[in-house]
């Protein structure tokens, strides 16, 4: 895989700092956004992420533009605004049909996970302390 800047085939900037490009190669293309410490302040670890996690209300539905089409898997983008409304985009009483960013809801996955890992590196000390009794 290159990290070189030839396999970019698209950009994005605001007031001339990348925020994110498009790359492509034979074997694929990458969608990446900014994540560079050099443009962060105020950093803390997610404190709430099990519980957003578990707010989530992942759903399968079917696009009333093809009824004929298989079920898919995602969210509903009113219920997400109130969840993580950095995720979400629109409003709910605009004309414009709301959309999500689902690569934000990223770290609250990982988050959990490592709380649900913690808890169960916990429970199994707990039980080998039970044993050893």
Do not use: C
């Not at 960013?101 to 808890?119: E, M, S």
């Amino acid at each position: 895989w290159s990290s070189g800047e030839d396999d970019r085939v698209m950009q994005f900037a605001i007031n001339g700092t990348d925020v994110g490009f498009i790359r492509a190669t034979t074997s694929g293309t990458v969608y990446q956004t900014t994540s560079d410490i050099r443009l962060k302040t105020d950093i803390e670890p997610i404190k709430d992420s099990t519980e957003k996690l578990m707010s989530m209300n992942p759903v399968e539905h079917k696009w009333k533009a093809d009824q004929d089409a298989d079920s898919v898997h995602g969210f509903i983008a009113q219920e997400m605004q109130e969840i993580m409304p950095e995720a979400v985009s629109g409003n709910p009483e605009g004309e414009k049909m709301m959309s999500m960013d689902y690569g934000r809801i990223t770290p609250i996955i990982v988050g959990a996970l490592q709380d649900a890992h913690n808890k169960i590196i916990e429970l199994e000390n707990k039980l080998k302390e039970l044993g050893d009794k």
